[in-house]
Nanobody, 121 residues
Framework: VQLQASGGGLVQAGGSLRLSCVAS????????IGWFRQGPGKEREFVAASSWYSSTYYADSVKGRFTISRDNTKTTVYLQMNSMNFEGTAVYYC????????????????WGQGTQVTVSS
């Protein structure tokens, strides 16, 4: 599976942004797709994940503000980010796994290249 993340950019605090992760590969629907982010000087952390049957998982810090969704026909996973705060400044990565804990980055085998999100005042 190859992953391509896009949609990053500059957003004002309180604003919204939508990220996309396009996957290649015939077995896309069998993978859990997760979003992670890595802020300046920080560890890469879990943000959200979606299973092939659309179960969703969120980090506590983004619950109620971020929404993950997937379109298996388009092999695309979206991350809608609302009410952005400065903590959201990070490089966002999408990743794919078939097993293991969906909140642990060590579970993910395939990673996209990352897209930069910067939250400004």
């Amino acid at each position: 599976v190859q992953l391509q993340a896009s949609g990053g950019g500059l957003v004002q605090a309180g604003g919204s942004l939508r990220l996309s992760c396009v996957a290649s590969g015939r077995t896309f629907s069998s993978y859990v797709i997760g979003w992670f982010r890595q802020g300046p000087g920080k560890e890469r952390e879990f943000v959200a994940a979606s299973s092939w049957y659309s179960s969703t998982y969120y980090a506590d810090s983004v619950k109620g503000r971020f929404t993950i969704s997937r379109d298996n026909t388009k092999t695309t996973v979206y991350l809608q980010m609302n009410s952005m705060n400065f903590e959201g400044t990070a490089v966002y990565y999408c990743a794919a796994t078939r097993s293991g804990s969906v909140v642990r980055k060590e579970s993910y085998v395939y990673w996209g290249q990352g897209t930069q999100v910067t939250v400004s005042s």
